[in-house]
Structures are given as C-alpha cells and as structure tokens.
C-alpha cells in the first residue's frame, strides 16, 4: 500500500470513529443521523481511494459512491420524516424521551 | 431478456401501479388491496414460470439459477400470502394504506434482487431498498404512541447496521480490487488478497448481515419492531423479508468458506447463541408478537446452523426449512391477526379457549406451533432434521447436540401457547370468534401443507435436489 492510500485509510477510519463516538454520545435524534452520515461517508472516502490507487483504469469505486451518496440523501429524509412524527408525539427529539419500549 | 428477469419486472410492474395508484387521493384502500392480491398472484406465476431460467446478467453482477429463482417463488409466495391474510390493515390509517401497499411491492422487488445479487453494489442496494420500504411500513401505525418509537428505533439500529456492513464492503472492494463475487472468489483463490482488509471487511459484512436476520447479538431491534409494529407488518418482517436475508447470506458463505476455514465456526457459534437467546428470552413474554418474535430469533439460528453444513445436502436443507418457516409463520400471524379483532397487540392469554371460540384456527395454530418445535409427524421436524443432519455430517455433532437441546426447551413454550388456545377458559363474555372465509381457507390449507410435508417429504425434497442448488451456489 502506498503512502496516499494509507493517508486516506487513515482519514475514513478517523471519520468512521467519529461516527460511532457520536452514535455513543449523541442524545439528539438530528445528531445521530448525522454521526450515521458519517460514517457512510467514510466507507465513500475508502471506495474512491481503492478506486484511484489500486485501480485507476476502472470506475467501480466511484459508480458505488455516487450511489451511496444518493441512498445517503434518501436515508436522511425517510429518518427526518419519522423524527418529525416523533416530535409530534413526544414533543422533543431526546432519545432518552422516547424510550418506552423494552426489547 | 425479458423472461430471464421475469419475477423481478413483475414485481417492478406491480410498483409502479401502486405507485400511480397512490397518486390519486379518493382512492378506496381495498380497491388498492384488490390490485396488489391480483398483482402478487401474477408475480407468483411470473416466478414459476422463470423458474428454470439460468444466466449471469449486467457485467457477472446479478446471477440467474435455480437457487435464486426458486427463493424468488417462495417470497412471491410470501408475498401473495401477506397480501391475502394481511386484510384489513387495522391500525394504518386508511389514507396511508395505499402506499403500505406501495412499500410492499417495492420491498418484495429488493427481496427479489437479493436472492440473486452476485456483486457488492447490488447486495447494498437490494438491501436498502428492503429496509426503506420495512421502515416506512413499521412507521405507518398511528394508534398507539409507542409505534413512532419503535420505528424511530428500527431505523436507527438498522441504519448504523448498514453504514457498518458498507464500510466492510469498502474493505473488501480494496482486498478484492473488484465488486463482483466473481472477482472476490478470483482473488482469493489466486491469493492476492490483503487479508488486513478482508477479515475486517468480511467481519463487518456479517454483522450487518445478522442484524437483518435479528441473529444474537443483533437481535435487540426484533421484538421492539415486531411489538410497535401494526401485526401485518410484523407478519411481513417475520415472514418474507427474514427469508430474504437467508437467501443472499447463504450465497455470500457459501462461496466464501473454502476459503475462510474459521467462517464455520463463527457462524457455528453464533447459531447456538441465537438459537438460545431466542429460546430463553421467549419463556419470560406476555404479548403474543413478541413471543413470535423471539420464536423467529430461535429459527434464524437453527438456518444459520444448518448453512454451516457445506455438505451437498446443505443448500436442500436450508431450502426446505425456508419454506417450511414461511408456512408456520404464516399460521402463527394470521391467527394472531383474527384475535385482533377484539383488541390490538393480543397477549398470550387471549388465546386462552379459542378452541371452544373457532376450532379450525385453534388446530392450525397448534400444527404450526408444533411444528416449529419440530414434533415429529410435522415438516418442522423433517426441516430440522435435514439442517441439524448436514451440520453434523460436516463434524459440529457438539452444536447439533445443543441445537437439539434448544428445540426440546422450545417445545415448553410453545406448549404454553397451545395450552392456553386448548384448556384455558374464555372470558366470561366469550364469543364465537368470527373468521373471513380468506383466513379460514388459508389456515387450512397452510397446516395441510405444514402436516403433509412432514409426512410425505419425499416428492418436495426429491424436487430440491434435481435442482442442483449446490451447483448453482458454486462460482
């Protein structure tokens, strides 16, 4: 592995860490999604650099990370709706509000 | 073209109707009900008729062969029966229930493209577009305020599940420098594959993976969702899009262990501790779904036991207790949705004297309920005997052993339920319990088909094995 490959390694795991800290320590529904966001990104960051460094002549990597973006988006608005719905019941987005349920 | 990708443009189709249908706003839910009964009854003869299509499609990204197309008839069989029994769907309101149905077409095409994915983009795909349609569907019920939580909930596990399971496919797209399954199983056999990102990547592929299957330690979302959820979803997720899962799993393992010894194992182990975890958690409920949840926690660990087995008789294994699990589910949830009819979310001592309040759904809960305990007349217990048969032929005698220990502590609570349907008294007020003819006749033909396979397996598994399911799971 190269040395710009191990850089952008070290650039996803970073933000993929980032994503799970804040699932952790989160207690906002918006700010989860965004710690999710995250680390989807990360998993895009590491497509487009296997894509560049390992394979250059082919364009796999970048077909699936313009559709990880898109599904991204339309992930972002299912959630947004359903965080809406929960506003409306619980009259707050703290997780720690919405919790009746007892698996 | 057309006929090799039969079952999938049905299920497009069907879509796409609802989706125009939707469209309109004096729109009556049954008529939106009537099209999606006829339409999954076309995707069920599309489905047969592609049966013994072959072909590997789209740059060797999405493979045709009789262990897809076979796995796409049982869903658009799945598919037809939630359509039938689901009616009416009480606690969605009506304007949304148009577009549940919707969301039921478009889970049923992903469902469809995972039991025959063959590259990593597909499976995400498929995948996601199961999930959006499922978290949409648990989302719709409005009667009760704990249904938004247990949505918000399910999209939330599932959605870090899947951010996980894509970051493991990144991993394995930089090992394999590739994204079909062709190209994995290439690398691997030629040994160029950087097992730093592999193992990672295959590790975190799975997770994502038991998540959806609700396998220990993944489980957790199940009984929540199952509970939150209006009981025709609950039907839904415990029925067709579990099997789903199986389906696209199985292909992954079994083109992945030659190469990975210590995959069998793992799934060895995880089996057992799903399989137990489901078992003992179930003894402590009260409402009904959840203990069918626990129940379907239970059998995706006896699946995932038999899927180790990489004997040639594994795939039939896995096939016919797939089958076998569709039809007990089935049972289980349509007379749990004839209960509703008093009131919502029923506990287990509503079933106390449905015997003396309808006969024919008590015998047909107790067939399925038997059977899933794998009493012996019934098919459970041949599916179980075919799956444990292959684990133990590929030398986990000790996980077979303890699979069969579960099963027997399954049969207590099981028995719980069948005894409170047989021997508990009804309320004072009881009623006759009244039934729609569609239940009636579909609860017998369901446990006629649950007794008939377990006494007369032979033709159904003679038909698995002509198939040649090990052949078309080879790469």
Same mark, same amino acid.
């Given at each position: 592995?190269?040395?710009?490959?191990?850089?952008?390694?070290?650039?996803?795991?970073?933000?993929?860490g980032?994503?799970?800290?804040?699932?952790?320590?989160?207690?906002?529904?918006?700010?989860?999604?965004?710690?999710?966001?995250?680390?989807?990104?990360?998993?895009?960051?590491?497509?487009?650099?296997?894509?560049?460094?390992?394979?250059?002549?082919?364009?796999?990597?970048?077909?699936?990370?313009?559709?990880? =973006?898109?599904?991204?988006?339309?992930?972002?608005?299912?959630f947004?709706?359903?965080?809406?719905?929960?506003?409306?019941?619980?009259r707050s987005?703290?997780?720690?509000?919405v919790?009746?349920?007892?698996? | 073209?057309?006929?090799?990708?039969?079952?999938?443009?049905?299920?497009?189709?069907?879509?796409?109707?609802?989706?125009?249908?939707?469209?309109?706003?004096n729109?009556s839910?049954?008529?939106?009900?009537?099209?999606?009964?006829?339409?999954?009854?076309?995707?069920?003869?599309?489905?047969? =008729?592609?049966?013994?299509?072959?072909?590997?499609l789209?740059?060797?990204?999405?493979?045709?062969?009789?262990?897809?197309?076979?796995?796409?008839?049982? =869903?658009?069989?799945?598919?037809?029966?939630?359509?039938?029994?689901?009616?009416?769907?009480?606690?969605?309101?009506?304007?949304?229930?148009?577009?549940?149905?919707?969301?039921?077409?478009?889970?049923?095409?992903?469902?469809?493209?995972?039991a025959?994915?063959?590259?990593?983009l597909?499976?995400?795909?498929?995948?996601?577009?199961?999930?959006?349609?499922?978290y949409?569907?648990?989302?719709?019920?409005?009667?009760?305020t704990?249904?938004?939580?247990?949505?918000?909930?399910?999209?939330?596990?599932?959605?870090?599940?899947?951010?996980?399971?894509?970051?493991?496919?990144?991993?394995?797209?930089?090992?394999?420098?590739?994204?079909?399954?062709?190209?994995?199983?290439?690398?691997?056999?030629?040994?160029?594959?950087?097992?730093?990102?592999? =193992?990672?990547?295959?590790?975190?592929?799975?997770?994502?993976?038991?998540?959806?299957?609700?396998?220990f330690?993944?489980?957790?979302?199940?009984?929540?969702?199952?509970?939150?959820?209006?009981?025709?979803v609950?039907?839904?997720?415990?029925?067709?899009?579990?099997?789903?899962?199986?389906?696209?799993?199985?292909?992954?393992v079994?083109?992945?262990?030659?190469?990975?010894?210590?995959?069998?194992?793992?799934?060895?182990?995880?089996?057992?501790?799903?399989?137990?975890?489901?078992?003992?958690?179930?003894?402590?409920?009260?409402?009904?779904?959840?203990?069918?949840?626990?129940?379907?926690?239970?059998?995706?660990?006896y699946?995932?036991?038999?899927?180790?087995?990489?004997?040639?008789?594994?795939?039939?294994?896995?096939?016919?207790?797939?089958i076998?699990?569709?039809?007990?589910?089935?049972?289980?949830?349509?007379?749990?949705?004839?209960?509703?009819?008093?009131?919502?979310?029923?506990?287990?001592?509503?079933?106390?004297?449905?015997?003396?309040r309808?006969a024919?759904?008590?015998?047909?809960?107790?067939?399925?309920?038997f059977?899933?305990?794998?009493?012996?007349?019934?098919?459970?217990?041949?599916?179980?005997?075919?799956?444990?048969?292959?684990?133990?032929?590929?030398?986990?005698?000790?996980?077979?052993?303890?699979?069969?220990?579960?099963?027997?502590?399954?049969?207590?609570?099981?028995?719980?339920?069948?005894?409170?349907?047989?021997?508990?008294?009804?309320?004072?007020?009881?009623?006759?319990?009244p039934?729609?003819?569609?239940?009636?006749?579909?609860?017998?033909?369901?446990?006629?088909?649950?007794?008939?396979?377990?006494?007369?397996?032979?033709?159904?598994?003679?038909?698995?094995?002509?198939?040649?399911?090990?052949?078309?799971?080879?790469?």
């Open positions: 592995m190269t040395a710009g490959l191990m850089a952008y390694m070290l650039i996803s795991v970073t933000m993929f980032l994503g799970i800290y804040g699932l952790m320590e989160r207690r906002n529904l918006v700010g989860l999604l965004i710690s999710v966001e995250l680390m989807l990104n990360a998993a895009g960051i590491n497509f487009m650099a296997f894509n560049y460094y390992l394979m250059p002549d082919k364009v796999d990597g970048q077909i699936m990370t313009i559709f990880v =973006i898109g599904l991204a988006a339309a992930e972002a608005t299912l947004l709706a359903i965080v809406f719905a929960v506003f409306r019941y619980y987005i703290n997780v720690e509000k919790d009746h349920l007892r698996g | 073209m057309i006929d090799v990708l039969l079952p999938e443009v049905s299920a497009l189709t069907g879509l796409l109707i609802l989706f125009f249908l939707s469209l309109s706003d729109l839910d049954a008529l939106a009900r009537r099209v999606t009964l006829i339409w999954s009854l076309v995707t069920v003869v599309c489905s047969f =008729i592609a049966l013994d299509q072959t072909g590997l789209f740059s060797e990204s999405y493979r045709i062969d009789s262990y897809s197309q076979l796995f796409k008839l049982i =869903i658009a069989v799945g598919l037809f029966f939630n359509a039938l029994l689901g009616w009416p769907l009480r606690s969605i309101p009506e304007e949304q229930r148009t577009e549940y149905y919707l969301f039921f077409f478009s889970a049923g095409l992903g469902m469809m493209l995972l025959s994915v063959f590259n990593f597909v499976l995400y795909l498929a995948m996601e577009l199961v999930a959006y349609s499922v949409a569907m648990v989302g719709m019920r409005r009667d009760r704990e249904s938004i939580e247990s949505a918000v909930k399910y999209f939330l596990v599932g959605a870090v599940s899947s951010a996980v399971g894509l970051y493991g496919l990144s991993l394995i797209y930089g090992a394999a420098q590739g994204l079909t399954f062709g190209a994995l199983v290439e690398a691997l056999r030629q040994g160029t594959v950087e097992p730093r990102l592999l =193992i990672p990547g295959v590790v975190m592929v799975f997770s994502s993976f038991l998540f959806k299957l609700a396998a330690p993944f489980h957790v979302w199940a009984p929540d969702a199952y509970d939150g959820a209006a009981s025709p609950a039907m839904f997720l415990a029925s067709v899009s579990k099997l789903a899962g199986i389906a696209a799993l199985f292909r992954i079994y083109l992945l262990h030659p190469f990975l010894p210590r995959l069998e194992t793992a799934l060895g182990v995880i089996a057992i501790l799903t399989m137990s975890y489901g078992n003992f958690v179930a003894f402590r409920q009260k409402s009904a779904k959840r203990l069918f949840a626990y129940s379907s926690i239970a059998q995706a660990g699946i995932l036991l038999g899927m180790i087995g990489f004997a040639a008789s594994s795939p039939q294994a896995v096939m016919f207790y797939s076998v699990y569709l039809l007990m589910n089935l049972v289980l949830f349509l007379v749990t949705l004839a209960l509703e009819e008093s009131r919502a979310d029923p506990e287990i001592s509503s079933f106390a004297g449905l015997y003396k309808n024919l759904l008590a015998f047909s809960l107790m067939v399925s309920l059977s899933l305990a794998g009493v012996p007349p019934l098919s459970g217990f041949f599916g179980k005997w075919l799956l444990f048969s292959s684990a133990a032929e590929q030398g986990h005698i000790w996980l077979v052993v303890l699979a069969i220990l579960n099963s027997v502590i399954s049969l207590y609570y099981y028995l719980f339920v069948v005894k409170a349907a047989y021997f508990g008294d009804p309320d004072k007020k009881y009623s006759p319990l039934s729609t003819f569609t239940a009636r006749s579909a609860a017998f033909v369901l446990s006629v088909a649950i007794a008939m396979l377990g006494l007369f397996p032979r033709p159904l598994f003679d038909f698995l094995t002509s198939l040649n399911l090990a052949q078309a799971l080879a790469p």
